[in-house]
């Protein structure tokens, strides 16, 4: 059922990738697939028969392009796992981040699980599969408190001697922050921090704005896996 979701969720998610320099000389930077958008001319045949299968009127964003970009974001995902968010909370987190990694693939990642500690079950950059980063989150069993601030200050670790443009933290939680320091003030040192804030059931909102405002991102409510999507493109389109 959770991959399924996940699955879902991925097929629903559209997250735009960093702006493309276009200062590159040609030749420049790493060579991707992209949908067209009226720059490119190096038609990806390959890629735009896939996403046109079964289409009777395919768009133009149909259309997949080789665009060279030389900008990778580096994002790490902070999942809660505390006793607050067993249940279908869990496997929908799960969910989100398998699709979410399958979305950033070129980008580096780095998954973090936390309760009253925190655990890196994906370090940056390490190449790992969609489905084997929702199994690992699966196996983490929910438990404990909610220590906030710990798992940012973990986060942030990670992402030493990032450029502040392209280092990003992702959390996803119901804020219940119950253990530990105020986590604003950790927040606060994050170059970008934005929110999925769980709100099917006791949530803190204002603590989610809190830590999405301090760490110069937003705060986006979602109640189950069907806000996911929109939430998440949302907030890497900002």
């Given at each position: ?18 702006p ?6 040609r030749?420049?930077?790493e ?37 060279r ?65 929702l ?67 006791e ?16 705060c ?9 999507s929109?939430?998440?493109t ?5």
């Open positions: 059922m959770t991959r399924q979701r996940a699955r879902q969720i991925a097929r629903r998610l559209s997250v735009p990738r960093p493309r320099d276009h200062r590159a000389s030749g420049a930077g060579l991707v697939s992209a949908p067209w958008r009226g720059g490119s001319d190096d038609l990806d045949l390959e890629r735009t028969l896939e996403v046109i299968a079964g289409k009777p009127l395919p768009e133009d964003e149909d259309v997949v392009v080789r665009e970009v030389r900008r990778r974001r580096s994002v790490v995902l902070v999942v809660d796992v505390s006793g607050s968010m067993r249940g279908e909370r869990a496997r929908t987190a799960a969910a989100t981040v398998g699709a979410l990694v399958g979305e950033l693939g070129r980008d580096r990642l780095a998954v973090v699980a936390f309760w009253s500690d925190a655990a890196v079950l994906v370090r940056l950059g390490e190449q790992v599969s969609p489905l084997a980063v199994d690992l989150l699966l196996r983490v069993p929910t438990q404990g408190l909610t220590n906030v601030s710990f798992a940012l200050e973990v986060a942030g670790r990670q992402l030493a001697g990032v450029p502040a443009r392209d280092a990003r933290v992702v959390l996803l939680s119901d804020a219940v922050h119950n253990a530990g320091p105020d986590p604003r003030s950790m927040a606060a040192r994050l170059s970008r921090l934005d929110v999925l804030l769980d709100v099917s059931g949530h803190d909102l204002d603590l989610g704005r809190d830590l999405a405002r301090a760490g110069r991102g937003h986006r409510p979602v109640r189950d896996h069907s806000d996911v929109a939430a998440l949302a907030l890497f389109a900002e």
